[in-house]
């Protein structure tokens, strides 16, 4: 089973930006989709972004133009980011592998004034 661990989250201004890491210790980006999801109080969790295994990037409309997710090399890691963070980004992120039900325990991204 895939152990995922996200880190990188913290309190940022509005217009700022972030970059969250998640961390499998094991190269299993080159083999595997994974998603970048997030949830704020009081809503469904959506996918913010994805990545194929051979590295195609997805965005969801809200975060197009603003947020970039992107592979270390040697696959252990993946990195989300996020540039010109808005009040509406405040959730906790999580990285997800939907194909093995892997998920960490999430970041918190707080953007406030």
């Known amino acids: 089973q895939a152990q995922l661990v996200e880190s990188g989250g913290g309190l940022v201004q509005p217009g700022g930006s972030l970059k969250l890491t998640c961390s499998a210790g094991q190269r299993i980006f080159y083999i595997y989709h994974m998603e970048w999801l997030r949830q704020a109080p009081g809503k469904e969790r959506e996918v913010v972004a994805s990545?194929?295994?051979?590295?195609?990037?997805w965005y969801a409309s809200s975060v197009k133009g603003r947020f970039t997710i992107s592979k270390r090399n040697d696959a252990h890691e993946v990195y989300l980011h996020m540039d010109n963070l808005k009040l509406e980004d405040t959730a906790v992120y999580y990285c997800n592998i939907p194909i093995l039900n892997a998920r960490g325990q999430g970041t918190q991204v707080t953007v406030s004034s």
């Open positions: 990545v194929t295994a051979n590295g195609i990037p």
